[in-house]
């Protein structure tokens, strides 16, 4: 190990780069790489049915990974004999390898040991006729920031390259334990604070959906692998929007608990373990349903995490809750004005409400752009000196992305500064409550985002989302429509509210961002994530028809 640790550290950060992309290559069998003259043409940019015609997957693979199955259905599939496990991960399996060459959204390929798994799970199930858990068979993705062992935890820092984890960090172990079967893991920002998902190990993933655009962060790899389509159900963390920005940008599901709810307790940081900013980081999934979201948050509650990891709180999720038609309180803007799909989203959306029955109310929240003020300095409250030093060992630089959105030359604060920036926390903490007791809401119908997908790197502002974190409410992403430049167009009488009101509009493209998801966001109080799952399922029923 000391041998290798030396070579490592005499070898610049683009050598370093070239051997763990030639490592990652590796790891994909041969017989699922495309040939170079096969992939989709460059005006191609939705990127998802290419794997339809590609060769690589049968016609039952494609079944399997296919719209018919979400992983609740997938799970009872396998369950009922209808599918072996072996036939599930390797069909996944092999659809993520055809993504991940066309998105590059996978970090530390797991292929071999997923089939080897399966193989264990169906010499089970068929020794015992039972299978070892609720997700027997079921294949899932995590996040870059979760330990594996055997597989690096590099976060996207050059300088964690080949120091491969010693534990797999708890809340994989736990659904392993439920028979999942981990496939990979998956792509993320430098320094993990960015909507984006670039860095200089692994590069830069793109959106399968519009492939032009950003495919967000700082779980965007999981959310473009969410979208091709190439797990049952992916794993993200978020501290700014990290789960819902990439589930808006792909048009997934996703879902930001409170803090207290799903443990991450030994996961991979990318700051200093022992930071408290005030804003906690939570763990959350990303699916292709609510059910999907309710399904991991059941598995993973029912196996008494706040018995090892003691930031979990026990009693809160663990009893049943009304069926109900919740009243709505509906944010239109705060900050920043919303590009026209999103506007336009938020009408049709209350427009099918109202006409369900639902009662309506608006909701106006503390200004989000001071929120978002107050999040950026407690997320520097260190300087990004974490992210500073680790570039500094490798020699790499920052990507565009993390100087762009404006963190990196951010003073560090002193200990006096830090406790005046937690007390305004704590002064909009205050008034969301109690302009959420004003309306008498159940609900909140917001954005996720001022625009839908950008450019790369251009996802620079993270109010919409941010403004949950700092209050910890729980919050939900459910897609809804396509940006479309014929209902869509450039607003003509649009009269900014400010500089950074005109930079945002100016960013809307209608023929660049045409077919883009536009995503809602659904929020509960603080500690309500259960009776949120349940009415976002009613919810997302009457918006998507998904009864």
Request: charged fraction near 25%; aromatic fraction near 8%.
């Amino acid at each position: 190990m000391g041998t290798e640790n030396e070579s490592v550290a005499k070898k610049t950060w683009q050598e370093l780069q070239v051997a763990k992309f030639a490592e990652r290559d590796s790891r994909i069998p041969e017989e699922w790489k495309l040939k170079k003259d096969a992939f989709p043409a460059e005006d191609i940019t939705d990127l998802r049915p290419f794997v339809n015609s590609c060769g690589i997957l049968s016609p039952a693979e494609l079944e399997i990974t296919g719209e018919e199955y979400d992983a609740t259905s997938l799970a009872a599939a396998i369950a009922e004999g209808k599918f072996t496990a072996l036939e599930v991960v390797t069909a996944f399996c092999k659809r993520a390898a055809v993504g991940h060459q066309l998105c590059n959204m996978l970090t530390e390929i797991m292929f071999k040991d997923a089939i080897a798994r399966a193989k264990e799970l169906d010499s089970i199930y068929k020794s015992t006729g039972k299978v070892v858990g609720p997700l027997h068979g079921v294949p899932m993705t995590f996040k870059e920031c979760f330990h594996f062992k055997g597989y690096d935890s590099t976060n996207g820092y050059i300088s964690r390259i080949f120091q491969p984890a010693q534990k797999t960090s708890p809340l994989p172990e736990l659904l392993q334990a439920a028979g999942a079967v981990i496939i990979s893991k998956t792509n993320v920002p430098q320094t993990m604070l960015v909507a984006e998902s670039h860095n200089n190990v692994f590069g830069r993933t793109k959106n399968p959906v519009n492939s032009r655009l950003t495919c967000g962060g700082s779980s965007g790899g999981e959310g473009a692998s969410q979208a091709f389509r190439c797990s049952a159900l992916g794993v993200g963390t978020d501290v700014g929007g990290s789960v819902r920005i990439p589930s808006a940008c792909n048009g997934v599901y996703g879902y930001k608990p409170s803090f207290g709810i799903i443990p991450m307790i030994g996961y991979s940081y990318s700051g200093w373990s022992g930071s408290n900013t005030g804003i906690p980081a939570v763990t959350g999934p990303l699916g292709r349903s609510v059910r999907d979201l309710t399904l991991f948050t059941r598995i993973v509650r029912g196996t008494k995490p706040w018995l090892f990891d003691p930031s979990v709180m026990p009693s809160i999720m663990e009893f049943d809750v009304a069926s109900r038609k919740p009243v709505i309180g509906v944010i239109y803007a705060s900050g920043l004005t919303p590009h026209p799909p999103v506007r336009r989203a938020l009408r049709e959306a209350v427009a099918k409400l109202t006409t369900a029955g639902f009662e309506v109310k608006e909701f106006n929240p503390p200004d989000f752009i001071g929120i978002r003020e107050i999040s950026e300095q407690l997320f520097t409250l260190d300087g990004l000196s974490y992210p500073k030093q680790e570039c500094a060992k490798s020699g790499e630089p920052p990507v565009p992305s993390v100087k762009k959105i404006g963190f990196w030359d951010i003073p560090a604060k002193s200990q006096e500064e830090t406790w005046q920036w937690n007390t305004k926390k704590l002064e909009i903490q205050k008034k969301m409550l109690d302009e959420w007791q004003r309306v008498g809401c159940d609900v909140v119908l917001a954005p996720v985002g001022p625009h839908t997908a950008v450019l790369p790197d251009d996802w620079t502002s993270d109010i919409y989302t941010v403004a949950w974190n700092v209050v910890d409410y729980p919050a939900i992403v459910i897609p809804f429509t396509h940006a479309d430049p014929a209902l869509d167009p450039k607003d003509a009488e649009f009269k900014p509210r400010h500089e950074a009101d005109e930079k945002n509009q100016d960013l809307y493209d209608p023929e660049l961002m045409k077919g883009a998801p536009v995503a809602l966001q659904l929020v509960g109080p603080r500690l309500g994530d259960l009776q949120l799952l349940k009415d976002v399922e009613l919810l997302d029923s009457v918006l998507n028809g998904t009864a």
